[in-house]
Each structure stands twice: as C-alpha cells, then as structure tokens.
C-alpha cells in the first residue's frame, strides 16, 4: 500500500493558485486554489471535463495566460524559487529552457512556412550559445531521439511533408530541444490515431524518464492516465477535487465525481448501484454553485456541501484504513470529513 | 417562449431584443449609439425632406439668381433665410442637402436591396442545387468580383444609355443607377449565402423537412434562410454605405444625377467647379452630410460584425 | 509545376475569353458600328458597302472570332469621337495612368503593411486606435471627396502642390512619357497618389491587422511562445511571414483596381490618362474605346492573378508542393 514513490526534490510547486478572466459581467474564475506539486522524474495527470481548467493551470505556470486573463492568487515555484511574478523577460527565459511545453494538435503546432530544422535550430540558440552547425547536429540528433528516420534528410523538410504522428515527434523534440526540468503536456495525443497515440505516450514517457524530467499530463483519456502517470489530479470547475498515486485514484476513487469518472461507484455506499454517468453537466464558470462545486449533481450531497467549500484533505484514518487509502491521496468531499464532525 | 421562468417569457419581440447581447452590447458602445442617432436623424430627414426643408430648391418660381452664391449664415456677407448659404443659383443649400439626401439614400437603398435580393436568391440556388448550376453561378461571380463595381457601373451606365437613347437622363437616371448597383454588388452575398447553404443543408433539420416532403424552395426561404441572415444584414450594412458612395461617385463623374435632380455626389460635383473661387460651402456641406452618412453607416456595420460575431474580437 | 501554371493560363484564358465576349456584344449589338460611322444623308447602298466592308453581314461566330483575333493585336477601331484609332489614343494616355497606379500602389502597400503591422502588434495603443479611426474615414470618404479635400488644403488654401495636370513630362523611346524626372512632374504627382492609394491603404492596413491578429492566435505562435522565442522573432520572424501570404493576393488584386480606380481620380485631378477617356467615352457612348478598355482591364486584372498565384506558390511551401503534384 505504500507504494507510493518517492519524489524527494519538487521540480513544480503550485500553491493555491487562481486564475481570473475579465469579462463584461466581472471577473470569471477559471482556476480557484490548485495546488500540487511534482517531483523529478515524476508524471502527473490532470484530468476532467473540457473547461474544468487543465488546460488554463497549464498556462499559468508558463506565463502564457492572455489578457483578459491574469494570474490573481498563488504561486507557482520552480526548484523553490518563485516564477509567477517574474518580469516577461526572465519568464521568456525560462520558457524553452527550463520548462518545455507540448501542444494538443500537432498539425497547427507548427509554423508551416519554416522548415523543421529551422524551426529546431531557432529554438536551441535562443537558448544557448550554440553555432549554427553545432546547433543543427543537435537537431538532427534531437530527431533522431525522438524516433524520426532519416532526419539529416527530414531535418529540411516542412511540416507539411510529416505526418501527424510525425510532427507530433517533431513537437516533443522541440519542446525537450533544451532539456528542461519540467514539462507541460496538454493533451498530445488527443488529435492523433488511436493506433499512434500509444506511441507517442511512450516515447514521451521514455525521454522524460531518462532525463528525469518532471510532467504535467493533461488529458481526459483515462487509458492515457493509466498507462504514463504516476499520480493524477481529477479537476472539476476549476478545482482538484482528488489527487493521488494513480492506481489508487483509478481503483479507490473517493470523491464522487471521481469515481463517476471512472465509471465505477464509490465502495464506501451501501446503495450500490452502477453508476455509468453523472447526470447534469459542469457548471458555467460564471455560475459555480456555493459549497461543494459538484453539490448540484452529486447523488451523495448533504446540507454542508451546499454551504462549505471542501478543501483537499487526507481522509480521516478510520476511512483510510477501511478504504485502503495510500498515504498522498487527498480528496475534496465533505463525506470524508463529516464523520469526524460527528465524533 | 415556453420557458416561464425566464423573465422575457411572453413578451414581445422587442422586449426580448431589449434583454439580448446584442442590445447589451450596443448599450455599451458610444460610437455605436451615437452612429445610430445620426443614421436615424438622416434617413428622417431624407423621408421627411419636403416637409422640412425651408424652400423646395427645385422650384424656378422659388428661386433667385439674386441670391446666388451667399455664405452661410454665420459669414459675412451671410444671409439670415438661408442658414448654410446658397449655391451658384440661389437655392437654399440645407434644402438642397436634405433633398439630396433623400435621392442618395433611396437610390442607395433600393440599389443594395435589389444586390441583396439577386445575391441571396442566387447563393441559395448554388448552394442548395450544387453541380453544374453552382459551378455555373461562382463562375460569374469570380469574374465579375475582379471587376471593381465602380467599373461595372459605368460600363451598365453606359451599355443603357445607348441601348435607350431616346430616354433622358432625367428619367433614366434613378433605375439605371439602381440596376447598377444591384448588378455590382450581389457576388458578397451569393458567396456568403452559398457557403452557409452548404453547412445548413447538411444538417439534420434540413434533411427532416427534406423528408416531410417539403419543397425545394419552401425548404430554402423559409429553413435555410433564416440561418444564414447574421451575415448578410453585415453585409447588408457595410454595403448601404458602399452602395451610396458609389452613387454619389457615378453622380459626381455625371453619370449619375443631373443637376436637375441632385443627389448628394451631383451637389459635390457642382461645388466642386466653386472651390477655386472660394465659395467652399457649396461643395463642403453636401460632402460633409456624405462623409458622415457613410461613416456612421460603417460605424454600424462594424459594430454589428462584432456584435454578431463576438469570436472575432 | 509546369502542369499547375498551364491550368491556370487555361483559366485566364478563359476569364479573357468571357470578357471579350461581353465588349463583343457591346461592341456588335449595343452601339451599331455603321450608324456611328455615316451620316443621316449617306445613301443606303454606301452604308451598305461599308455594313459588308466592316464584315457585319458575317456569322456572329465569325465576327466574333475576328474580334478576338483583331484585339489579340490591339486592334479596336476607330473612335466614334475622335476619329482615331483607338489604340493609339489609349497608348497615348496609358503612361499616366500606369505611372499614377504604380505610385499609388507602392503608397498603399508600404504605409498599409506598416501601419497594420503596429497597430496588430500594438493594438491597445493610443497610436493604434488613431490608426483605426483614420482607417475608418479612409473607407468610409469616398475617392472624389478625398480629392476634393486634399486639392483644397494643399492647392487652394496652401498653395503647395499643383491641383491637375501631369505637370512637365519627358519623352522615352517612341510613346512612353513619364513624369518622374521633373520636379513639377513629382509634384503632380503626390496628391493624385495619395488620393488614389489611400482606399486600398485602409483596405491593407485592417487586413494586415486582422490576419496578424488572427496568425498571432494560432498553436503554433503560441508554441514559439511557449519555447522561449523572442517576442522580435516571434512577431517579425513567424508572424509576419504567415501574415503576409493572404496579403499578396489581395493586395496583388487591389493593384488591379486601383487602375480602374483611377478614373475617379484622374477626372478629380484632370489626369490626363485611360480613366478620363473611359469616362468620356462612357457618357458619349463610344463603344469602341469601352470595349476596349473592358479587355484592356480585363487582360490587366488575369496577369495581375496569374503573377500573384505563381508568386504565392514560391512563398508557401504547402502550395510549392501542390503544384509540383
């Protein structure tokens, strides 16, 4: 049961981390209080609905949250430094470098106008010092890592002449060209055929792990969780409703939403039935009920989730013992905590 | 209508337009109200000319060369009858303006309905038939759109006026330039109506009232078109001020208006002769009322664009 | 390639061939040629001498084709007004008309990319907003009134700048003039240009703007972002670059009519070129000279296209490859 590894050094620290959007009708919250943190070498998969706010916490760590959007509470930690306020410059810096990035559709991940190459070599001396030849082998040795043939050839080739599989190789190589410590996966498989999806999670898993390199996976695909991730955080209207080494979350899901995400019911009812779907949807993020985010749909709400909002906490050790809990696993749901109210 | 809890419910199409994004959104656009204001007083004015407008500038009994020529009111020498001044004849220019107006908007008017009518009739033919007939439409569609519509006015203008050489220009002018325009300016549409046919016919309501048995046409007017309107009334808009434009710019190479019949290009290109001897209020107030007219007709037209497509900003 | 560029003669060819058609039937049909030739006293049998002579008692099919054949050599008649041939009065004038077009282009392109580059780039800036609004007025006064307000302030009130005419020309080889190589010719010049081009600056400038503001929310602007590009990279390297390939062709195509533009202008600033002929020739239906500006025009416009295609398949990798299928 404690199996859960251990990642001594946290790469990524986020602390209560929100995230707003001016709007005409007042600021919408996106992201409101995510913390998490992940070590070297570790993967860490996000997962919920579209518009639950993988995506947005993505951005917010690397600084590329747009106007109207703004970063208005918490802080992002980088190695125990804190890069959330960094001035543009720095932050661009840091961009390419220290943290790496990889986008959802390889197909518009690339400029179609530069070839591959270009592309590589222009990312790799921004970041060093590199010339122009030394800066080219190692994107032919980058192309090569990543699994492209012939790439003395490819390197001159345009985006156009790869396939999807292809350029999403291209995107990792790009993304890993300066060896950062951390990088953001935000749903790479998700555009590609099921038959290279398997692939492409691999080689990621592989580079990542050999260089040490510490992951944020974003997707929805729990096959994808299951397969790359060791722990994984399940978002719902721009909170993480549970986090945990992922066998545990996959298997043991405690909060509500989790478990109908994984399409199983939560062991601890007595009144179990199948549970396949949830029913309703998402709240708008304009309108995200008082409490408990989920109450309005949760089969399992009582009167403090309509009035409380539940933090992210270690269930109470009676339950986790009987619910075979893993040390690391946090939930946010009030039916982990009332019991203890009643004690 | 049948959501009762909704506080619009049951109200009447203005009400609801009043509770709409797009009203909000005008509501918060200065630049949009007050471009409203202006087109709305304009076309009043246009409308209401004869009853507004001090003297009817185009009665020779009303007229006096004795009044030829006076600055505005404000100016020395300006008399007090006639507040913007007069032209090389003595009529009232502020007569002469909303009268002018008047002809602009209507020729305007009428000039985009009909482009609208020939484009959306045709856009929907294309899309909805396909094949040959599409094929057969976009094709003269794209030689012509390489044409400027100025130039297609002109060459109408001409090929009309010697096919009819009997007709005067005083009575030829108004549909002429009508048909001009309405031949220069349809291809917008059509496109636009065409490639929105092409995704609404694919959908389910479509195939449904396919299906009932519905015919061709009843299906296109009255399922398909409502769908595709957004776009065009951008077009529509943005090319009211085009469509005037042109014909003051046809009236002012005289092969618009004549003088007898002055639209707003006809009163320019008569100012114009004055300019050099100093009398600029002749050219300067009927080119003011224009340049106005087709910003804030713009002004709206670009406001609507983003009004109705709010992804765009 | 190869295959890619005869397509696309083909196409010209027949776009040329449609227009030919319709200054065909202008020509044929609309204004009789003979009428405009005799008098009211010609006796029947001379006009119809001359109806046989001009070949008009021919096949449609025929007259047609000699047409094409004849305006394949800049044949176009004689002018019902002048008398005189019509190529030679249209060569006589086309110098003006090009020399004003081409300034005026270089005007439009060159201020337009500028102004659109920064006010996409910048687009909450006070200059940006100042950009907008003139680029609003610009669409919005019509070419003539432009004319009238700039001739008015430089010529009237100023006195600075010359209000019409071509100024001083100068003679090269046997029917070009040009009036770049005088002072009073550059000085003509500049209102006109200005007149002529600002309309198609606008246009450039709001579509400069809107496709960089559209290229600059694409993935993979935010993916060189997210490596670590520098913003002058970014914007100026990838970009502009993406930017400026829809821009060629319309700004390619705007060349086009700002020839056919021209004649509002040149009627304002009586510029002695094709435009003022056309319109001349417009309000005296002189069939000729409209039928062969039409062609004219049209044959401008089809090279114009097929340049700009050809010029966008050498920019755009993804075309450079279709073509070669």
């Known amino acids: 049961m404690t199996e859960t590894p251990s990642f001594p050094e946290p790469v990524i620290s986020v602390r209560n981390l929100v995230v707003e959007f001016a709007t005409r009708r007042g600021p919408l919250r996106a992201i409101d209080g995510v913390s998490f943190t992940i070590g070297k070498g570790e993967v860490l998969g996000v997962v919920g609905e579209s518009g639950a706010g993988k995506s947005v916490t993505g951005s917010a760590i690397i600084g590329l949250i747009d106007a109207p959007g703004r970063i208005a509470g918490g802080e992002v930690l980088l190695h125990g430094k804190r890069i959330d306020n960094l001035p543009a410059e720095e932050m661009r810096r840091l961009r390419g470098r220290k943290i790496g990035m990889i986008f959802q559709d390889p197909l518009t991940s690339l400029d179609p106008l530069f070839r591959v190459g270009d592309q590589l070599i222009e990312t790799i001396r921004t970041h060093s010092d590199l010339s122009a030849s030394a800066a080219r082998e190692r994107a032919i040795a980058l192309l090569a890592e990543v699994g492209i043939p012939a790439p003395e050839r490819r390197i001159d080739g345009y985006p156009h002449e790869f396939s999807g599989g292809m350029r999403q190789r291209v995107v990792i190589a790009l993304a890993l060209a300066c060896e950062p410590d951390f990088v953001i996966a935000d749903e790479p498989t998700t555009a590609l055929d099921v038959s290279v999806q398997a692939q492409i999670i691999a080689l990621l898993k592989r580079l990542c792990a050999t260089r040490g390199t510490a992951v944020m996976l974003v997707t929805h695909d729990m096959g994808v969780i299951a397969e790359a991730a060791d722990r994984v955080a399940v978002m719902y209207a721009g909170r993480i409703a549970e986090i945990g080494p992922v066998r545990d979350v996959v298997k043991h899901p405690l909060h509500p939403y989790a478990a109908g995400l994984m399409g199983a019911i939560p062991t601890l009812s007595s009144e179990a039935d199948r549970l396949t779907q949830i029913p309703g949807a998402m709240p708008r993020l304009t309108n995200v009920p008082p409490g408990c985010a989920f109450n309005p749909r949760c089969a399992r709400a009582f009167d403090r989730c309509c009035i409380e909002r539940p933090e992210p906490a270690l269930p109470s050790a009676a339950l986790a013992a009987r619910e075979h809990v893993a040390s690391g696993h946090r939930v946010a749901c009030h039916l982990y905590t009332a019991r203890e109210d009643a004690r | ?313 | 390639m190869l295959a890619f560029i005869i397509r696309r003669m083909m196409q010209s060819a027949g776009v040329l061939l449609a227009v030919t058609l319709i200054a065909f039937v202008m020509f044929r049909f609309v204004g009789d040629p003979v009428n405009q030739m005799v008098g009211i006293d010609t006796p029947q049998a001379e006009v119809a001498k001359i109806r046989e002579s001009l070949g008009l008692n021919d096949p449609v099919i025929v007259q047609y084709g000699r047409f094409v054949w004849k305006a394949l050599h800049f044949e176009f008649g004689i002018s019902y007004q002048f008398r005189q041939p019509v190529t030679k009065l249209l060569a006589e004038r086309m110098p003006a008309t090009l020399e004003l077009a081409f300034t005026a282009a270089g005007f439009a392109l060159v201020v337009g990319i500028l102004m659109g580059v920064y006010s996409a780039l910048r687009r909450d800036s006070v200059v940006a907003k100042v950009f907008e609004a003139v680029s609003l007025v610009g669409v919005s006064l019509p070419t003539f009134l432009i004319g009238i307000l700039l001739i008015y302030l430089f010529a009237v009130i100023l006195g600075w700048l010359p209000s019409n005419g071509r100024g001083q020309v100068v003679r090269i080889g046997s029917w070009w003039t040009t009036g770049f190589l005088t002072s009073s010719g550059l000085r003509s010049l500049i209102l006109p240009a200005i007149t002529l081009g600002l309309f198609q600056m606008t246009l450039i400038m709001r579509l400069v703007r809107a496709e960089m503001l559209e290229v600059l929310r694409t993935d993979y602007i935010k993916f060189a972002r997210a490596r670590g590009l520098t913003a002058r990279a970014i914007n100026f390297g990838h970009a502009l670059k993406n930017t400026l390939i829809p821009v060629i062709t319309i700004a390619g195509l705007q060349l086009g009519s700002i020839i056919a533009f021209a004649i509002i202008t040149e009627t304002v600033f009586n510029w002695p070129g094709m435009g003022i002929l056309f319109l001349q020739a417009v309000q005296n239906v002189d069939i000729p000279i409209m039928a062969a500006y039409l062609v004219m025009i049209g044959l401008i416009f089809v090279v114009i296209n097929l340049v700009v295609d050809l010029l966008y398949g050498l920019v755009d990798p993804r075309l450079r490859m279709t073509m070669r299928r």
């Open chain 2, 1 to 313: 209508m049948t959501e009762t809890s909704k506080p619009a419910a049951g109200k009447g199409a203005v009400a609801r337009f009043l509770e709409s994004d797009i009203y909000a959104s005008f509501r918060s656009s200065p630049l949009a109200m007050a471009a409203a204001v202006i087109v709305l007083a304009m076309f009043v004015g246009a409308v209401l000319a004869t009853l507004i407008a001090p003297y009817d500038p185009f009665d020779p009994a009303k007229v006096f060369l004795s009044d030829a020529s006076l600055p505005p009111r404000w100016q020395d020498g300006g008399d007090p009858r006639f507040f913007l001044g007069t032209d090389d004849q003595g009529r009232d220019m502020f007569s002469a303006i909303l009268y002018g107006l008047q002809v602009s908007l209507m020729v305007g008017g009428l000039g985009v309905a009909l482009a609208a009518l020939i484009g959306i009739t045709l856009g929907l033919v294309a899309g909805y038939v396909g094949g040959r007939t599409d094929a057969l439409i976009m094709r003269v569609a794209d030689v012509q759109l390489t044409f400027p519509a100025i130039l297609i006015a002109l060459l109408i203008d001409g090929v009309v006026h010697s096919v009819f050489k009997g007709i005067s220009r005083e009575t030829s002018a108004i549909p002429v330039l009508v048909v001009s325009i309405g031949l220069s300016f349809w291809v917008q549409y059509a496109r636009t109506v065409r490639s929105s046919t092409f995704v609404e016919k694919g959908k389910d309501y479509v195939s449904a009232a396919r299906l009932v048995g519905l015919p061709a046409p009843v299906i296109m007017w009255r399922h398909v078109l409502p769908n595709v309107l957004g776009p065009v009334l951008i077009i529509l808009t943005i090319n009211l001020g085009l469509a005037v434009i042109t014909e003051a710019t046809l009236s002012f190479l005289g092969v618009g208006l004549p003088p007898t019949e002055p639209s707003l290009g006809t009163l320019i290109a008569i100012g114009n002769q004055y300019l050099f001897s100093g009398e600029w209020w002749i050219v300067a107030f009927p080119g003011a009322t224009l340049a106005i007219l087709v910003l804030s007709v713009n002004l709206l037209g670009d406001w609507l664009r983003d009004a109705l497509n709010p992804k765009l900003r």
